[in-house]
């Protein structure tokens, strides 16, 4: 029997042995019970937020299909993460967790196909409101709630044997960039991006094959299509904060946000960049360890060649900060730091990053005008010694390397006016 199991049946969610502040197993059971019998049934038929879920198992054969509640109503709220910063965990699990996934299994350059499962997935991406939705499953859904890094929560799935939607009203955004079959992806995804659209709606309705020229569209699975949006933002925005001026001074940001510390640290100089992620033990990404986990992912002014180690965080990351430094016109090096407390008791996508660093970003910062000031009021918003974030900081390391020999070579030019005068 593993350890995680045995603290479970001693702990049975009363001791909190696992050093989380509340127990995670209960968070699920509790959201569960409340919706498996509503859904314990062939036929369910609910509005969806809209909401579709592409999977990436069996690639390049994936099962697409609807996400539907099990009730009418406004049910918007339920996937829109840019609004879910004053919802609790426990919330975002409860709600995401009435979601039950509809699975269909197709081909991922099936996307023009008459199949009306297909059809009808595709028309829920594209709507603006909810959507009325019936779906007849050929077992009843099964299966725990689905946590994953990337994507929002959901709950059980099962396969579809029939669908039926009402009339979706769609964004009619969207939908220019849905019938224009020679338009890129990468530009319409951009061009919706500059018109307002939400980045969530843009993830979903280039999920399921609506952008791009029309012999090169593809259902994409939603964890990829997160990531791919986020990334296309981001390095659009970043050409052209390299094009402005640099920073003034040493700034910090700061924000906690469901038990994460989040300290956005910017630099005056040329655009670069790092996420540093420190994980406690007994949190989603080090449940055994006994030992804080401190993990990185970098850039330099010319950016990546090579997929960031910490996954679609990175990405989602750098699209805010870039998001910040173009609003003010302005380039700086930027160091993201993130403390994940156990408070964080399950993952619950990387919205949380993107929606996070933009509110702290919103905040008022702390200006200093000496990196050693700067350091020394990050030291004072963190647990985590200050030492063992330069350790595990490419760029921190750089930056007081070259302070280093600057200062040195500003002594030397003073010693040689002394000399000399």
């Given at each position: 029997?593993g350890r995680a199991s045995?603290?479970?049946i001693?702990?049975?969610g009363?001791?909190?042995?696992c050093?989380?502040?509340?127990c ?7 959201s569960?019970?409340?919706i ?7 036929r369910l038929?609910?509005s969806?937020?809209?909401s579709?879920f592409i ?6 054969y ?7 509640p099990?009730?009418?109503g ?7 993460p840019?609004l879910?910063?004053?919802k ?8 995401r967790s ?7 299994r197709?081909k ?8 009306r499962i ?6 829920l ?6 959507v ?7 077992k009843?859904p099964y299966g725990k ?6 994507v929002q ?5 099962a396969?579809?044997?029939k ?6 009203k769609?964004d009619q955004?969207?939908e220019?960039a849905?019938y224009?079959?020679d338009?890129?992806?990468?530009d319409?995804?951009?061009e919706?991006?500059?018109k307002?659209v939400?980045?969530?709606k843009?993830?979903?309705a280039f999920s399921v094959?609506?952008?791009?020229t029309?012999?090169?569209?593809r ?5 990829w ?7 296309t933002?981001?390095?659009?925005l970043?050409?052209?904060t390299r094009?402005h001026p640099?920073?003034?001074e040493y700034?910090?940001y700061n924000?906690?946000q469901f038990?994460?510390?989040?300290i956005i640290?910017?630099?005056p100089g040329?655009?670069?960049?790092e996420l ?5 033990p ?6 055994y360890?006994t030992s804080?986990?401190?993990f990185?992912?970098?850039?330099f002014y010319n ?8 996954g679609?965080?990175?990405y989602a990351a750098r699209?805010a ?8 016109k302005r380039q700086?090096g930027?160091?993201v730091?993130?403390?994940?407390h156990p408070?964080?008791?399950m993952?619950?996508g990387v919205w949380?990053?993107?929606e996070?660093?933009?509110?702290a970003?919103q905040?008022p910062y ?8 700067t350091l020394t009021y990050?030291?004072k918003k ?9 350790k595990?900081?490419?760029?921190l390391?750089?930056h ?9 070579q500003?002594?030397?030019?003073e010693n040689y006016d002394d000399?000399t005068s």
């Amino acid at each position: 029997m593993g350890r995680a199991s045995t603290l479970c049946i001693l702990c049975r969610g009363t001791k909190l042995l696992c050093g989380k502040e509340r127990c995670p197993v209960l968070v699920r059971f509790y959201s569960k019970s409340r919706i498996e019998p509503l859904i314990n049934k062939l036929r369910l038929h609910g509005s969806s937020p809209p909401s579709v879920f592409i999977g990436r198992i069996g690639y390049p054969y994936v099962a697409i299909g609807p996400l539907i509640p099990p009730y009418l109503g406004d049910t918007s709220i339920i996937d829109t993460p840019e609004l879910w910063l004053n919802k609790s965990i426990d919330e975002i699990v409860d709600f995401r967790s009435q979601l039950v996934r509809g699975k269909h299994r197709v081909k991922i350059t099936d996307v023009e196909t008459t199949d009306r499962i297909i059809e009808y997935t595709r028309e829920l991406a594209l709507a603006e409101k909810p959507v009325y939705t019936e779906a007849i499953f050929e077992k009843k859904p099964y299966g725990k709630i689905v946590f994953y890094d990337e994507v929002q929560p959901h709950g059980p799935s099962a396969p579809i044997k029939k669908i039926y939607i009402g009339n979706p009203k769609y964004d009619q955004k969207i939908e220019k960039a849905f019938y224009d079959t020679d338009l890129k992806a990468k530009d319409a995804i951009l061009e919706l991006y500059r018109k307002g659209v939400r980045i969530s709606k843009i993830q979903r309705a280039f999920s399921v094959g609506a952008f791009g020229t029309k012999k090169h569209r593809r259902f994409v699975p939603t964890r990829w299509s997160i990531t791919a949006v986020d990334s296309t933002i981001g390095e659009k925005l970043m050409e052209k904060t390299r094009e402005h001026p640099w920073i003034n001074e040493y700034r910090v940001y700061n924000l906690n946000q469901f038990d994460n510390r989040w300290i956005i640290l910017m630099i005056p100089g040329e655009w670069q960049y790092e996420l540093i992620e420190a994980w406690y033990p007994n949190t989603t990404w080090n449940p055994y360890g006994t030992s804080i986990s401190i993990f990185n992912s970098y850039e330099f002014y010319n950016g990546r060649t090579t997929y960031a180690e910490i996954g679609g965080c990175y990405y989602a990351a750098r699209l805010a900060v870039n998001e910040t430094l173009n609003k003010e016109k302005r380039q700086a090096g930027v160091v993201v730091m993130r403390e994940a407390h156990p408070g964080y008791i399950m993952p619950i996508g990387v919205w949380n990053v993107r929606e996070s660093i933009r509110k702290a970003l919103q905040h008022p910062y702390k200006k200093f005008d000496t990196i050693k000031d700067t350091l020394t009021y990050v030291s004072k918003k963190m647990d985590i010694p200050l030492q063992r974030w330069i350790k595990n900081s490419a760029i921190l390391k750089k930056h007081l390397y070259q302070k280093k020999i600057e200062d040195f070579q500003k002594k030397i030019e003073e010693n040689y006016d002394d000399q000399t005068s």
